[in-house]
């Protein structure tokens, strides 16, 4: 599993979802929510075959105007396991997962941001990736994230940039 997805995150996320009897009823009579919870339980559990299967049938059941911030998600993990997972490694395609997840969240979320960051690194558009991923700690507020996750790339995609 990524450093990116830790397993604090995807436990609380799966709490969330699996609250209590009631709520876990309902979960499970609705299709899409369903996916989503065995989704995030999978890539929680480090099967992340299983885990971009679920996000493919999340991002295909969701509706993009109602349920816009889990497909938000859903997009976003399937990104960042296509770009982290050697037998899924697709950067192509994270990339175009990224960029729509980050359309769905108007540019504006430091994970999303984050995740197409990482895109265009791997693509070797690095001058891309740093402008990007310094949006990202522009609009990070979570002051763990910005310390653990964002500034440590900020600084590496500085290093390829200067030494083109």
Known sequence: ?????????????????D?????KAAIASNPFMEAFRQALQSHRDQELIQAAYGYQ???Q??????????????????????????????KEE?????????????EMDPETLHTLAEC???KGDYEKALATLKKAIEQC???????????P???????YVTER
């Open 120 to 122: 265009y690194f791997q």
């Open 19 to 23: 609250k209590d009897a009631e709520e």
């Open 57 to 59: 049938q999340v991002i």
């Open 153 to 159: 790339r900020e600084k590496a995609f500085q290093r």
């Open 141 to 151: 507020e979570d002051f763990v994230y910005k310390q653990k996750y964002l500034l």
């Open 94 to 106: 994270a990339l175009r997962l990224a960029f729509r997840a980050n359309q769905f969240r108007d």
């Open 61 to 90: 059941l969701g509706d993009p105007r109602s349920e816009k911030h889990f497909v938000a998600i859903a997009l976003n993990n399937l990104a960042w396991i296509f770009l982290t997972c050697k037998t899924l490694y697709n």
């Open 1 to 17: 599993m990524s450093d990116f997805f830790t397993k604090d995150f995807l436990d609380w996320l799966a709490t969330r979802l």
